[in-house]
């Protein structure tokens, strides 16, 4: 089991990826925002951050950053929509994993177990 903290602004998306993760056996905090995600690393220490990149607040990109800084081993997965913003998220993490949108929940869990085993 992987304790996962999940940055989602889009409450239908984020409600159905937790639930996928939790189903799978982790345990998922659930935030709506990046600056809510921010605010949540100091409940850490986590085993992945599952971010969108394009959110209100603090991006993906700064929340792996951030994230990053305070638990360097932490293993990173974006999820996006945008192809440009993706790129932009593989140069400024190259050790994390980049999903595009839409994602299938079968797909992404298998991308998260994983993550988890490496």
């Known amino acids: 089991m992987a304790r996962i903290l999940l940055a989602e602004d889009d409450d239908s998306l984020r409600s159905f990826l937790a639930r996928a993760l939790e189903r799978a056996g982790h345990e998922v905090v659930s935030c709506a925002d990046g600056d809510a995600a921010v605010g949540a690393l100091d409940e850490g220490p986590y085993d992945l951050l599952l971010t969108d990149i394009v959110m209100p607040g603090a991006d993906g990109i700064e929340v792996a950053r951030e994230a990053g800084a305070r638990q360097p081993d932490l293993r990173i997965m974006f999820i996006t929509g945008f192809a440009a913003v993706a790129l932009t998220a593989a140069?400024?993490?190259?050790?994390?994993?980049?999903?595009?949108?839409?994602?299938?929940?079968?797909?992404?869990?298998?991308?998260?177990?994983?993550?988890?085993?490496?």
């Open 91 to 118: 140069q400024t993490a190259p050790q994390a994993k980049v999903l595009s949108k839409p994602v299938h929940l079968r797909d992404l869990v298998a991308e998260v177990e994983r993550m988890v085993a490496a």
